[in-house]
T-cell receptor, first 114, second 113 residues
Framework: KQEVTQIPAALSVPEGENLVLNCSFTDSAIYNLQWFRQDPGKGLTSLLLIQSSQREQTSGRLNASLDKSSGRSTLYIAASQPGDSATYLC?????????????FGAGTRLAVHP | DTGVSQDPRHKITKRGQNVTFRCDPI?????LYWYRQTLGQGPEFLTYFQNEAQLEKSRLLSDRFSAERPKGSFSTLEIQRTEQGDSAMYLC???????????FGPGTRLLVL
């Protein structure tokens, strides 16, 4: 059974810092891995999607990497801003049962203070 | 922008009542998913439709839960005889095909008193 873990659970940094959020998964047979952002009380916004054949994806100040062999993904945020404050969730697209569904970690709550 | 929409956004009900939520996916998306998220946790998969066919149901989906997607467009999730443990955010997502990004709606927050 696929399990996804995110470390740290919470992070508080000053504005301008570069930071790394970690995601690990137990079953390397994933289809892809997605990173999402969730603001309090809101739905999820997709940030980056990495296919199982890819190593990394970049969008603006965000870079996500994937290492299937070690069961890890990282989300790198460059030059953090207060507007980046949110919960960041990673999710592995799992093939168990034959149908695609996302298995989520519990998230990392990020606070960027001015 | 016609993203995924959900209705209602908030629902407060008394224990034992039935509630129904609606999800309208992005129009060309044939796959639709329901997830449940409790405070401080990531979303958990509930069920999945491809067009009108419900292809997978999680063990989290007890007999009190039923989901439909009658014409392969919008979907409804009904909870009968609600319990306080049903209080959560119910999220809907849609996608066109397996490798593509799942797009999430804003969610319906349910509070059972």
């Amino acid at each position: 059974k696929q399990e996804v873990t995110q470390i740290p659970a919470a992070l508080s940094v000053p504005e301008g810092e570069n930071l790394v959020l970690n995601c690990s998964f137990t079953d390397s047979a994933i289809y892809n891995l997605q990173w999402f952002r969730q603001d309090p009380g809101k739905g999820l916004t997709s940030l980056l999607l990495i296919q199982s054949s890819q190593r990394e994806q970049t969008s603006g100040r965000l870079n996500a990497s994937l290492d299937k062999s070690s069961g890890r993904s990282t989300l790198y945020i460059a030059a953090s801003q207060p507007g980046d404050s949110a919960t960041y969730l990673c999710a592995a697209k799992d093939f168990s049962g034959g149908y695609n569904k996302l298995i989520f970690g519990a998230g990392t709550r990020l606070a960027v203070h001015p | 922008d016609t993203g995924v929409s959900q209705d209602p956004r908030h629902k407060i009900t008394k224990r034992g009542q039935n509630v129904t939520f609606r999800c309208d996916p992005i129009s060309e998306h044939n796959r639709l998913y329901w997830y449940r998220q409790t405070l401080g946790q990531g979303p958990e998969f509930l069920t999945y439709f491809q067009n009108e066919a419900q292809l997978e149901k999680s063990r989290l989906l007890s007999d009190r839960f039923s989901a439909e997607r009658p014409k392969g467009s919008f979907s409804t999730l009904e909870i009968q005889r609600t319990e306080q443990g049903d209080s959560a955010m119910y999220l809907c997502a849609s996608t066109r095909a397996g490798p593509e990004t799942q797009y999430f709606g804003p969610g319906t927050r349910l509070l059972v008193l």
